[in-house]
């Protein structure tokens, strides 16, 4: 098998037997992301001579017979509103296509004491604002099981890279569901952490209640080694959580025996394909012949999560975007006076659904609308929030589907937004409550890959790697590579 299609557990042991060699590996990725880079473009910029440089330090390791960390030596991607010190850092929005961050984010210097081998930052929605990769300044990343479909958003770049094999493993950022959809969309395992669990230091922010950052991989093992590598607190990050970070390679157990299954009823929406409505119920019934016990539960208030998140998310986009103004750096268009300067940066340089949210942010802020939406929208935000704590009294885990439908044809919904954010529905709750969620293949309609998503205690990363580790090993969905480039 090619070295591009295994996992970076696979890998990193191959490279501890010495039966390959980083570069072998790296040159792998590389050749592939030559091969259909062009057809998926998942990558705004490449890093390949830094990522050969890394891998022969890594061989070098290994050849003196020093330890590597489980991810040395393994390609990896990150996504594009992460900063990474002398690389641009351009968030796919013209407004910082040529901005090259001073400083790498708190996840970078964590990756790089692991010697990642970086390959290139990944394309999104530009600053993060979609769920198709459709709003990117710069191009539109499509899914390598099927090229006229998107590969999500707004970590669709990071998905699709995984997923073609133009990376082992990848970073994303998720704030209302931008980890878990691409990763349902493309087939691949992507992890919401706690909030706070991962430091935002470095994240180009976008709502910053809400972004957390976290990892897209082959499997749920992976998940663990990149979790491992990326969690723990951070004196930088206000919000980041003063907790220890268990070793999660230890919850990777066949064993959910006395676990307690809940099934939301709100999440089983009117419209959803009934096809994902059949993969989760026998996702459910495979944990419960093993041992789980599940029942429904009911979380009232989860119709008005996706009304609550799109007053928050766009009033913190408003005030977070308001810092590119043609000043500080980033673009710049001149104007006969700095408001005329202002106004020009701004028009070029933002996109049409950046727009559209900094106009309803700024609207739901504004004088005399501030109490009638966005406080309401907070209100609301804590009864979502209380739905969570009374379900997690009675049970450990919560499934749901990750999306109502698998990946959708580009320009299917380009001009109806409304339609686009309804594709969120089942993952915005989990953001608004703050609690970590994980989203994993569990079958196909039409070819194309269908996520179950399991919902977790605050802090609860470990009782969900070990129930989507025992789901996975039940079955293969996870082993089964897109077919981009093999007929």
Known sequence: MELFKLTAHELHQKLVNKEVSSVEITQSVLGRIDAVEDKVQSYVNQTRELALAKARQVDEKIKKGEPISPLAGIPGAIKDNMCTKGIKTTCSSKILENFVAPYDATVIEKLTEQDMVLMGKTNLDEFAMGGSTENSGFFTSHNPWDLDRVPGGSSGGSAAAVAAGEAIWSLGSDTGGSIRQPAAYCGTV???????????????????????????????????????????????????????????????????????????????????????????????????????????????????????????????????????????????????????????????????????????????LSSGYYDAYYMKALKVRTLVKRDFDRAFEKVDVLITPTAPSPAFKIGAMANDPLAMYMQDVCTIPVNLAGVPGISLPCGFVDGMPIGLQIIGKPLGEDTLLRAAYTYEQQNDYHKRFAPLGEV
């Open 190 to 364: 992507g992890m919401k952490p706690t909030y706070g669990r991962v430091s935002r230091y470095g994240l180009v922010a976008f709502a910053s209640s809400l972004d957390q950052i976290g990892p897209i991989v082959r499997d749920v093992t992976d998940c663990a080694l990149v979790m491992n590598a990326i969690c723990g607190y951070d004196k930088k990050d206000s919000t980041s959580i003063n907790s220890p970070v268990p070793d999660y390679t230890k919850a990777l157990q066949v064993d959910v025996k006395g676990l307690k299954i809940g099934l939301p009823k709100e999440y089983f929406v009117r419209g959803m394909n009934p096809e994902v409505e059949k993969a989760v119920q026998k996702a459910v019934d495979q944990l419960v012949a093993l041992g789980a016990e599940y029942q429904e539960v009911s979380m009232p208030h989860t119709e008005y999560g996706l009304s609550a998140y799109y007053l928050i998310a766009p009033a913190e986009a408003s005030s977070n975007l308001a810092r590119y103004d043609g000043v500080g750096y980033g673009m710049r268009e001149e104007g006969d006076d700095i408001i005329a300067m202002y106004k020009k940066t701004r028009s070029k340089g933002f996109g049409a659904e950046v727009k559209r949210r900094i106009m309803l942010g700024t609207y739901a």
